[in-house]
Nanobody
């Protein structure tokens, strides 16, 4: 099983940028598709972005297209989420996971997440 550790969250202002990291460890970490999700208080956990490990292909939720960029370093087994032009509605706990299935219910294991708060 891949272990996941998210980091990089914090408190920022509207319009600011923030970069999140997800360190993955385990026997399949370097060959797994990866995705970012987020969960705001009282809401479901939603897909944010995904990236394939074998081809240069990325996926984004409509709400973050053009503002967020997902990337990965297969040597470091790390996935990044660069978030620009942040909005208050981006406030959430951000999680990463293996795979690019957009439904959070498809995943059984989650890391601790990292809190992102965008203040207006």
């Amino acid at each position: 099983q891949v272990q996941l550790v998210e980091s990089g969250g914090g408190l920022v202002q509207v319009g600011d940028s923030l970069s999140l990291s997800c360190d993955a460890s385990g026997p399949t970490a370097s060959t797994s598709d990866m995705a970012w999700f987020r969960q705001a208080p009282g809401k479901e956990r939603d897909f944010v972005a995904g990236i394939k490990w074998s081809v240069d292909k990325t996926f984004y939720a409509d709400s973050v297209k053009g503002r967020f960029t997902i990337s990965r370093d297969n040597v470091k087994n790390t996935v990044y989420l660069q978030m620009n032009s942040l909005k208050p509605e981006d406030t959430a706990v951000y999680y990463c996971n293996t795979g690019v299935i957009r439904s959070a219910s498809a995943y059984t294991y989650w890391g601790q997440g990292t809190q992102v708060t965008v203040s207006s």
